[in-house]
């Protein structure tokens, strides 16, 4: 049975920086496509970061590297950074692990989330 375990989640002003984590249990994230998606109030998912599992890089930056993917093989973890918060960062954070080759097909596995909010 798959199992993710997210944490990190909190409040947060805004500037701030925080790193979420997601530890799996019956699956591997070094031979899976990895990706974390949030769900602001009132509005639909969003995919914030994905890593197709050809890629091999433990850290992996996005939207001009405000946010970073990175996994611990050792822990079967992986983690997201997120610098500069802003308040419309503020949501539900998930992470996610797929069986396909690339981030286009969606996602099989899915965390139950962390909320994370920004304000002052």
């Known amino acids: 049975q798959v199992q993710f375990v997210e944490s990190g989640g909190g409040l947060v002003q805004p500037g701030g920086s925080l790193r979420l984590s997601c530890v799996a249990s019956?699956?591997?994230?070094?031979?899976?496509?990895i990706g974390w998606f949030r769900q602001a109030p009132g509005k639909e998912r969003e995919r914030v970061t994905c890593?197709?599992?050809?890629?091999?890089?433990p850290r992996v930056n996005f939207k001009e590297g405000r946010f970073t993917t990175s996994r611990d093989s050792a822990k079967n973890a992986m983690y997201l950074e997120i610098n500069n918060l802003r308040p419309e960062d503020t949501a539900q954070y998930y992470c996610?692990?797929?069986?396909?080759?690339?981030?286009?097909?969606?996602?099989?596995?899915w965390g139950k989330g962390t909320l994370v909010t920004v304000s002052s």
């Open positions: 996610a692990a797929s069986s396909n080759v690339d981030c286009e097909r969606g996602m099989n596995y």
């Open positions: 019956g699956l591997r994230f070094d031979t899976h496509t």
């Open positions: 890593v197709p599992k050809s890629i091999s890089a």
